[in-house]
């Protein structure tokens, strides 16, 4: 009974690693209502990453590459803007399971789709609330 017990408690840390990790996979864009010029946009993601405590590491008329620091982890996101929409790719992370197999696949820490989903969802109220702001 012994020798059960102990491979069960072998088995746990190696399930907890892949309950930890999920497929990377990066959320789709957000798209940019049609009143809203490029300047407004850009200024719009600007204030939520700020508001979000994100750090602008690089920024340009189209692109920001940002930084979120949480405890002891931190994940750099690509935000590319055009074409109607944000898209957020990727770029790197520490301390958040980040794995790539050589198929290409990738995982990341089960938390990396509930902090995109957050983010996209803070980016179009945003823009909606400048619409709202703009026809008033």
Known sequence: MNTVLLRRLLVLPALALLIASTP?????????PEKLSAKEIHNSLRRTLM?????I?????SEYVATLHVRV???????VEGG????MSYV??????????PDGTRTIHR????WMANLKQAISRDL?????????
């Open 24 to 32: 990377l996979v990066d959320p789709t864009p957000v798209i940019t």
């Open 51 to 55: 508001t979000r405590d994100w750090h």
């Open 57 to 61: 590491d690089k920024e340009t008329s």
């Open 73 to 79: 982890h931190s994940l750099t996101i690509r935000f």
């Open 84 to 87: 109607g929409k944000i898209s």
């Open 92 to 101: 790197g992370s520490e301390n958040l399971d980040y794995k790539s197999k």
């Open 111 to 114: 938390k990396y789709p509930e």
């Open 128 to 136: 909606d609330l400048l619409v709202i702001e703009k026809a008033g």
